[in-house]
């Protein structure tokens, strides 16, 4: 049975919990692959959203998708990097939240991603909800019912 307190966390709203649009990295659809492997690879970050030239999510883009798709049969071709469009190879399969969506939500889709995009309500990128954010949380509400 789901507790009282556990209700209120699984009903709380994701929106005070997103990284906001400006502080994530992210490339344009339209972007070359080797510009997109220069943020992939100067962020650190395993992947980031692909955003359209009016901030809507179309992807996630990795740096595997790219350089699987440059594999060639006895070497790597990085001179076709440039002529490369990130729409080419990016994921469009996304799951993504929306702004008014609830911890239950994310909870239910953190389990198989590192982290999520959530969108507003007119479709536009808002930001992202990390499973670091999402475990914290946890952590905090698990300590705080301890006793
Ligand atoms: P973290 O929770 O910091 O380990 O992040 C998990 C994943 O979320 C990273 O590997 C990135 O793919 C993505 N991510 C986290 N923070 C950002 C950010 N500021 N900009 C873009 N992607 C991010």
């Not at 990795?62 to 469009?85: F, H, N, P, Q, V």
Request: proline letters at 1%; charged letters at 25%; hydrophobic letters at 45%.
């Amino acid at each position: 049975m789901i507790s009282l307190n556990n209700k209120a966390i699984l009903d709380m709203p994701i929106a005070e919990l997103v990284i906001s649009a400006e502080k994530v990295a992210h490339v344009q659809s339209g972007n070359s692959a080797e510009h997109a492997l220069l943020v992939l690879t100067k962020t650190g970050y395993s992947s980031v959203p692909v955003l359209d030239v009016k901030y809507r999510l179309q992807g996630l883009l990795s740096t595997k998708m790219i350089t699987e798709e440059i594999l060639g049969l006895e070497r790597i071709e990085y001179d076709r990097l440039a002529s490369i469009k990130v729409e080419d190879v990016m994921d469009q399969e996304v799951a993504y939240l929306k702004i008014t969506d609830t911890f239950r939500r994310a909870l239910d889709l953190v389990i198989n991603h590192a982290f999520l995009c959530v969108i507003e309500e007119d479709g536009t990128f808002a930001g992202i909800m990390t499973r670091r954010v999402i475990l914290k949380q946890l952590k905090k509400h698990i300590y705080s019912n301890e006793f």
